[in-house]
């Protein structure tokens, strides 16, 4: 139920309505006079209170839509806290990779402090350019060691436009160039021959347009995935057991539609980080959230966010071709290799500590995440402090 306010006061409208049907009524005039006066002054009555209600219900429609997006920007304390336990007595070297939230397009992110036993240095792997802190323990005492790390971050609503808009530039795909040839090849969990391929030929085959492809392969997931995180095999983002499963969660969501689109070799991302409640200004987050982007002829990134979709239906059509702010990202990509080079496999995703006790992976990590909002007045003391703090003496 919408509460509008009317274009005028609705007593001052009746009385002055009323005062017009009694001003045109005059004992001097004929009855048939009156009459035709009277019903011309009805009609304009009723035409005005109808325009009036039209003009209640879309403002009422128009405030129900921007109901159900969040503000085009969130500005935010992040906490990532982590523990190392349980290191072993003996061990000679840990070893700690941390991912690091960067500036973009679509989010300034600023680090405000680093605690750690052990001194860390910034820095950034050659595929996908991500950045992250890392940290080597010498001969470490038994038991634990904590980190943390605290950043500022403004993320901002990352849109191209809706689909209408989006297929009004659409083109063919074109020749995949020499920079984007990682985002056109196979991950170790998103293949793209096999099943992957054959689900590209059914659910893309009949469009000829890139952003036409990516809206099949992203109605097709959307209508017959399920975001569900029941039983095993979930969480990894692997897009043949999605396929199969038809649940999962957002990984499970986005690694087939990657896969789709490669397959038709269109480059496509994943991207990762967390999410931010909608409707709180502060508290702990309980784990990740990821999406994707596909690459369009003169559009560009193009993202969408399948799973979050699902879970906010009414959303279906604003997650193709745009995410909201309530995220922010930590990496892109899978199978990473780190920066310095881990002796353990590449890394599924990048988006929680990663350790190795003696060169070995090492799991005992404990991480807790949280998130508090920077009102606007706190915003403009610190922008002011940082100014003041950048100047000469």
């Known amino acids: 139920m919408y509460l509008v306010e009317l274009p005028f006061p609705p007593h001052r409208f009746c009385l002055n309505r ?75 070297q840990v070893r700690l990779w941390v991912p690091v939230p960067q500036t973009d397009h679509h989010q300034t992110a600023r680090g405000l402090n680093i605690k750690a036993p052990t001194k860390t240095q910034m820095t950034q792997e050659p595929e996908y350019g991500n950045r992250m802190m890392y940290a080597e323990i010498q001969n ?21 436009g809706d689909y209408a808009q989006l297929e009004r530039k659409d083109q063919t795909p074109g020749v995949v160039s020499a920079s984007m040839n990682r985002l056109v ?23 000829t347009g890139t952003v036409a492809k990516g809206k099949a392969a992203y109605d097709y997931l959307f209508t017959n995935m399920r975001y569900d995180k029941t039983g095993s095999g979930w969480g990894r983002g692997d897009a043949v057991w999605a396929c199969d499963a038809k649940h999962g969660n957002c990984t499970d969501f986005h690694s087939p539609f990657i896969g789709v689109l490669r397959a038709d070799r269109i480059p496509a991302r994943f991207d990762i980080g967390f999410p931010l409640p909608e409707n709180k200004d502060k508290g ?58 881990q002796d353990g ?49």
């Open 18 to 92: 009323l005062s017009l049907i009694a001003c045109r009524f005059h004992p001097s005039k004929s009855v048939t006079q009156s009459q035709r006066s009277n019903s011309l002054t009805l009609r304009v009555f009723s035409s005005l209170l109808l325009l009036s209600f039209s003009t209640c219900v879309l403002t009422a429609q128009a405030t129900s839509n921007a109901q159900k997006f969040s503000d085009p920007s969130r500005t935010f304390r992040f906490t990532y806290n982590f523990t190392v336990k349980d290191i072993p007595a003996g061990a000679k």
């Open 284 to 341: 702990d987050i309980a784990g990740y959230h990821c999406w994707a982007e596909f690459y369009a002829p003169k559009i560009g990134w193009i993202p969408v966010d399948i799973s979050e979709a699902w879970k906010a239906k009414q959303k279906e059509d604003y997650f193709f071709g745009s995410v909201d702010a309530n995220r922010v990202q930590f990496s892109t990509g899978r199978d990473i290799t780190l920066s310095p080079k």
């Open 185 to 207: 090849a196979p991950d170790s969990l998103v293949p793209t021959d096999g099943k992957i391929k054959a689900l590209a030929v059914e659910v893309t085959g009949s469009q």
């Open 140 to 160: 470490p005492a038994p038991g634990k060691a904590e980190f943390t790390l605290e950043y500022e971050v403004t993320r901002r609503e990352y849109s191209r």
């Open 345 to 393: 496999p590449a890394l599924n995703y990048f988006v929680y500590p990663y350790g190795e006790v003696d060169g070995k992976p090492y799991e005992k990590l404990d991480k807790q995440f949280s998130f508090e909002e920077i009102k606007h007045e706190e915003k403009k003391a610190a922008i002011s402090k940082r100014s003041a703090g950048s100047g000469t003496k």
